[in-house]
């Protein structure tokens, strides 16, 4: 784990929305309306913190050979599939494992995904902290992680 350094600037208002734990699909769909929301500007900046029954997306990115097992078997196991639009390869996610899909205006925030990204670690990294929890960023890996989880 490292730390990631965040440079101050002027607080912006946004929102957080916790939906505990909801299907991947549902709240793709979700998010999918709040990007619309967004871009018309009649909602804040929001970040979606949620759970999810098991699921694999395959992004952008993907490469077919990270995939472990072919899609009719991870259904028969009870995982879902989704080949999405987001960038990344293959991702799996299951309860225990809070995911933050952020819908922000990025010309707010320096038109710099990565940096965007690093700093969101950074504050949750930080507000872990303020509970106890010691958390921190894994080299080559997106997110925030605690242990090796």
């Known amino acids: 784990m490292g730390s990631v350094t965040v440079e101050p600037r002027a607080r912006l208002a946004w929102q957080v929305l916790d939906l505990g734990l909801q299907p991947f699909g549902a709240v793709l769909r979700q998010q999918e309306e709040l990007v619309r929301q967004r871009l018309l ?3 804040p900046d929001t970040l979606i913190l949620v759970e999810h029954p098991p699921v ?3 992004g952008r ?3 077919r050979g990270n995939l472990r097992l072919d899609p009719e078997t991870l259904l028969a196991r009870g995982i879902e599939y989704f080949e999405i639009t987001r960038g990344g390869d293959v991702t799996y996610h299951a309860p225990g494992q809070v995911v933050g899909y952020p819908i922000f205006d990025l010309r707010q925030h320096g038109r710099d995904v990565l940096r965007f990204c690093r700093g969101m ?3 949750l990294i930080a507000a872990l902290g303020d509970f106890g929890i010691l958390a921190g960023a ?3 890996k997106a997110g925030v992680w605690v242990g090796e989880k």
């Open 41 to 43: 500007g009649t909602i």
């Open 56 to 58: 694999v997306t395959l």
């Open 61 to 63: 990115a993907k490469q």
């Open 121 to 123: 670690e950074a504050a």
């Open 138 to 140: 894994v080299a080559g």
